[in-house]
């Protein structure tokens, strides 16, 4: 970094409109969802259509709609910042009656209010880095586990190292959707990383971008997390981690103290949850307590339905976060170390109408749906798992085969 680039960012200023709109943005979106939450989608929990134009208005920048029937992708600032929401571990998924919901959780807000405009500032900066992953939003994941932000830091440096003019190529802007994707470019501009021109005139698109530039602050922050990107970049595994994360750029912003802490606080529920298991037109409900491990889980799953268990197996759900984890069998490799044999259902972000799959048999795929249908707190230590309900006849594990 030059003298002036380590000047430059010394000197910067954090509050509604610096570098960015982030912080404006965001906090409307907090307070409208205020401690009541907002109804979201039921497959990918994203904001509910209906409340897309009052939202769009809440932004600092709001996008004339040209669209029949907008999603929440047709409006990148808000589903780069839904995407915050989330990864930030300020917001988790309830089902309320019939509807599901987004709400905020209170202890992570409280501690959202305690930090500084600096410290929330890079708090997002950090859930975009760290748990941006473009699933949150209903898309595909890609990029690393531990660095979602990698392609979008690439994009800046390279594709926007000089600026780039969309006037001459609007077919460049099909290609922003994918690279670095319009909601990760949204969010560089809430982070003050770059300056958009718009002009709708040359434009069709609900987002008419004709010009981007990159911006001094943006060139010289990411130079403070070159020990970041440089790991992994070379993937140099061995090196140790940096800590604390951003210490370089921390250096040069005395008022970055502290961090939002991560959401999970390792509470496990005691209790009995009713869970409703499906494969096919076949469903057993079966009450759970919750001290038993996940092995014990899949055993009773397959004996609800006569299935043979001596195969690997694996539970896949959504975490906090809006994240797909697995958990396995200890047999099979899991990066991350999180085995059935380990872990206890209480232990699962579960709740009422949450589903997950029971991935069972690898050659055969078997994949049994679990619908979470309520949870009883109570003393579970001397409950044992039971059916309370069936319906239908399984599928044959191994059905014969007709060699004719």
């Not at 004339?64 to 915050?84: A, C, D, I, T, W």
């Not at 103290?257 to 009995?272: A, C, F, R, S, W």
């Amino acid at each position: 970094m030059t003298s002036n680039e380590i000047q430059f960012i010394k000197n910067q200023i954090f509050n509604d409109n610096e570098p960015g709109a982030l912080l404006k943005d965001f906090s409307s979106l907090l307070d409208f969802m205020g401690t009541t939450g907002i109804t979201v989608s039921k497959k990918n929990h994203l904001f509910a259509i209906k409340l897309l134009p009052s939202l769009n208005q809440l932004m600092t920048k709001p996008l004339e709609n040209k669209l029949k029937r907008p999603q929440q992708k047709s409006f990148p600032h808000l589903n780069g910042l839904y995407l915050l929401l989330r990864a930030s571990g300020l917001t988790y998924i309830v089902l309320e009656k019939k509807d599901v919901k987004l709400m905020v959780n209170t202890t992570a807000l409280e501690q959202w209010h305690a930090l500084n405009p600096s410290e929330q500032y890079f708090s997002l900066f950090y859930a975009w880095w760290h748990r941006g992953s473009d699933e949150i939003i209903g898309e595909r994941g890609r990029g690393f586990s531990e660095n979602y932000f990698y392609e979008t830091r690439s994009f800046f440096q390279q594709t926007l190292n000089k600026g780039l003019d969309l006037k001459t190529s609007q077919s460049a802007f099909y290609y922003l959707r994918y690279n670095p994707g319009l909601h990760n470019l949204a969010l560089m501009e809430l982070f003050g990383f770059v300056h958009i021109e718009l002009d709708s005139a040359l434009s069709k698109e609900n987002w008419p971008i004709v010009k981007i530039k990159p911006t001094k602050w943006g060139k010289a922050l990411l130079k403070c997390f070159t020990k970041e990107i440089a790991y992994f970049d070379n993937f140099d595994f061995d090196t140790p981690d940096v800590e604390p994360w951003g210490s370089e750029a921390r250096a040069y912003i005395p008022t970055w103290i502290n961090d939002l802490e991560p959401k999970d606080t390792g509470e496990v529920i005691d209790g009995e949850f009713t869970f409703k298991v499906s494969l096919g037109k076949a469903y057993r409900k079966l009450a759970i307590p919750s001290t038993i491990s996940l092995d014990e889980l899949a055993s009773s799953i397959l004996s609800a339905f006569d299935f043979n268990k001596e195969h690997l197996y694996q539970f896949v759900y959504k975490n906090d976060y809006g994240i797909t984890e697995h958990i396995t069998h200890p047999f099979l490799d899991n990066e991350y170390g999180l085995y059935t044999s380990e872990i206890t259902v209480g232990e699962l972000p579960l709740y009422e109408g949450m589903e997950f799959i029971f991935h069972f048999d690898f050659g055969d795929d078997w994949r049994f749906l679990l619908v979470v249908e309520s949870l009883k707190v109570t003393d579970s230590s001397l409950l044992k798992p039971k059916i309370i309900e069936q319906d239908g006849e399984p599928p044959e594990q191994y059905p014969e085969w007709d060699f004719e």
